[in-house]
């Protein structure tokens, strides 16, 4: 049981330059998320969605894109890096018990934006 | 809106002493579930526990314990005789009612705390 994906688990970017984080659970999970975390700092909730076809605006959405076809992928898309999304994501997922049960978190993945 | 205060950024002790961590909480909600997370240096989150509005009842587990007061809107966690192993960053969290906002976590600034041996 794999729980929670994320990959990859680190990588550099040059500013401007796009890319894609990719989440999977393999639990059947409706309710899923993506948030950051900067250094020294709790997590902010970039974007989440409730089924497959359905995504909605977290805290802190701007400079992301998110999809959502199947009910096993979130996929995270940066699409021109910039610094300040220098960050450590975390991928999470929930069933439909909801808040009755811990979320399930990836374990992350370091992104470096120079 | 939801809010989660973690006053103390980071508390430092040495091996064998008790520690506790403050959590303040905000919401509007009568139903809602609050949760601590721990974070090793390893980068990971922990899940330690979920504590239920109508269930006031404090909560021991080995050396962790948890005091729940809702007419405070405080979630305070207490290590006893901490160890070099806690050394970790603790994250309290809010929850909704289940089925609301999307189940959304709200989470604190966390707390760092350093177990000195």
């Known amino acids: 049981n794999a729980g929670v994906t994320q990959t990859p688990k680190f990588r550099i970017l040059k500013i401007g330059q796009s890319m894609t984080l990719q989440c999977t659970q393999d639990m059947n999970h409706n309710y899923m998320y993506w948030y950051r975390q900067d250094p020294g700092m709790g997590l902010k909730l970039i974007y989440y969605?409730?089924?497959?076809?359905?995504?909605d605006k977290g805290e802190v959405p701007n400079g992301y894109n998110v999809s959502r076809s199947t009910t096993e992928d979130f996929p995270l898309r940066l699409e021109l890096a910039a610094p300040s999304q220098t960050s450590v994501y975390f991928c999470?997922?929930?069933?439909?018990?909801?808040?009755?049960?811990?979320?399930?978190f990836g374990d992350g993945t370091r992104l470096s934006i120079l | 809106a939801q809010k989660v205060t973690q006053a103390q950024t980071e508390i430092s002790v040495v091996e064998k002493e008790d520690v506790t961590l403050d959590c303040v909480y905000e919401?509007?909600?009568?139903?809602?579930?609050l949760f601590w997370y721990k974070q090793p240096p390893s980068g990971e989150l922990v899940f330690l526990i979920r504590r239920n509005s109508f269930d006031e009842q404090n909560e021991i587990s080995g050396r962790y314990s948890w005091n729940f007061q809702k007419s405070t809107s405080s979630f305070n966690f207490t290590i006893t005789a901490s160890q070099v192993v806690d050394s970790a960053v603790y994250f309290c969290?809010?929850?909704?009612?289940?089925?609301?906002?999307?189940?959304?976590?709200?989470f604190g600034g966390g707390t760092r705390v350093l177990v000195k041996p």
């Open positions: 919401t509007r909600d009568t139903t809602y579930y």
């Open positions: 999470a997922s929930i069933g439909d018990r909801g808040p009755d049960q811990p979320q399930h």
């Open positions: 969605s409730v089924g497959a076809g359905i995504t």
């Open positions: 969290a809010l929850s909704p009612r289940i089925g609301a906002a999307g189940n959304k976590l709200t």
